[in-house]
């Protein structure tokens, strides 16, 4: 098999460096170009002419559905990987020109199958592949728990929430060091303060309690965790959801 060639493009430089390395470990791929910048990127594939680009949806300068449009007269194999889950979105991506769909969070070696499978041809790639991902996809089940239970979607609370359980479902002891290792992690992959995300965290807990969730709380976890108006605070909550993710098999 000749050396293949990967340009990839994701939304911040720890996302670029996750996929980055998984590559790296990879006999016969070659990193030759990575960037958060959607215009930047199409220049690095111009230049280079990658065999794969592995891209994220929310870019600097152009989304990357744009990336995606225009990469049409390109060789490359786009491979789309990203954390929005919804329907729509996937849809709009494959029809983009993305040959799979892959849900964020996932292990690395997903996606070095993936590229191993389009680069030898073992599978021919189906929307069917990306949407049986996306079912799965821990992002999902987190995010409906969060609506069942009043958090909406539009306040950053929710996204730096979900952030934390899933970072307290791969590494549970993160939730024994929630200030000095928990938020300023959720901090750095969204640019922002360990303090704001811990604030953003609590208002978003604050909005469920105030929509009187309490009951679809409890149900949700399988015990009666609260009463009346007792409200956890921000680690037990992560904490509770990432245990229901674990027992699930998340």
């Known amino acids: 098999m000749e050396e293949q060639k990967v340009v990839v493009l994701q939304e911040n430089q720890s996302a670029v460096d996750f996929v980055v390395n998984a590559i790296s470990e990879m006999s016969g791929f070659t990193v030759v170009g ?7 990127g199409l220049n690095l594939i111009e230049k280079f002419e990658p ?3 592995i891209t994220g949806i929310v870019l600097k300068s152009i989304d990357g559905f744009t990336v995606l449009e225009r990469l049409q007269k390109s060789k490359a194999k786009a491979v789309v990987v990203s954390s929005f889950t919804s329907e729509p979105i996937i849809s709009r991506a494959l029809s983009s020109g993305a040959v799979y769909y892959i849900a964020k969070p996932f292990k690395s070696e997903v996606l070095k ?6 680069c030898l041809g073992e599978k021919e790639p189906t929307e ?12 999902e089940k987190i995010s409906k728990i969060f609506i069942s239970v009043g958090i909406p979607p539009h306040i950053k609370g929710y996204y730096y929430l979900r952030e934390g359980v899933k970072m307290a479902v791969e590494h549970p002891e993160i939730i024994n060091n ?5 938020y300023p992690k959720i901090g750095e992959k969204f640019e922002t303060s360990a303090s704001k995300v811990e604030r953003a965290i609590r208002h978003a807990i604050e909005v469920a309690w105030n ?9 949700l976890l399988g015990i009666r965790a609260y009463v009346g108006g007792e409200k956890p605070t921000n680690g037990e909550f992560i904490a509770l959801i990432a245990d229901k993710m674990l027992l699930e098999g998340a």
Do not use: H, Y
Not at 34 to 40: A, K, L, N, W, Y
């Open 51 to 53: 065999d794969f680009l």
């Open 113 to 118: 199958s993936r590229l191993l499978e389009l």
């Open 128 to 139: 069917k592949v990306s949407f049986e991902m996306r079912k799965n996809s821990l992002d």
């Open 211 to 219: 929509r009187g969730r309490i009951e679809t709380i409890n149900n």
């Open 34 to 40: 990575s960037s958060c910048d959607g215009e930047e």
């Open 178 to 182: 929630i200030t000095k290792k928990l």
